[in-house]
């Protein structure tokens, strides 16, 4: 089981901008997936964007409706994942919380190694 433990979110205006901090301390291994998901009051649960560590480079991944909107990024030397958030819109409302995998399938399917416990993003004017 591995700790996460989230900072960031709040309150956004729409076209506003925040960023979320997933500390994820000891996460080293290639193919492990740290990412985010969201929930919102009666929707589902939802992939928003994850990282996949690799010997070369990181692979990003992101659900379509946040794709040239949100950025994914490790610090590896802090052991954090970072998600920005930018041009907000309403519908982008929800908890969100940080979640790792020992590899992107399992975490895309939510079979997780652990998560934090989620910080809430509420974008409205």
């Known amino acids: 089981q591995v700790h996460l433990m989230e900072s960031g979110g709040g309150l956004a205006q729409p076209g506003g901008s925040l960023r979320l901090s997933c500390l994820a301390p000891?996460?080293?291994?290639?193919?492990?997936?740290i990412g985010w998901f969201r929930q919102a009051p009666g929707n589902q649960r939802e992939g928003v964007a994850s990282?996949?560590?690799?010997?070369?480079?990181?692979?990003?991944w992101y659900t379509s409706s946040v794709k040239d909107r949100f950025t994914i990024s490790r610090d590896s030397a802090k052991n954090t994942v970072y998600l920005q958030m930018n041009s907000l819109q309403p519908e982008d409302t929800g908890n969100y919380y940080c979640?790792?995998?020992?590899?992107?399938?399992?975490?895309?399917?939510?079979?997780?190694?652990?998560r934090g416990q989620g910080t809430q993003v509420t974008v409205s004017s």
């Open positions: 979640a790792a995998a020992q590899y992107f399938n399992m975490w895309f399917l939510h079979e997780l190694s652990g």
């Open positions: 000891g996460i080293t291994a290639n193919g492990y997936t």
């Open positions: 990282i996949t560590i690799g010997s070369n480079r990181d692979s990003p």
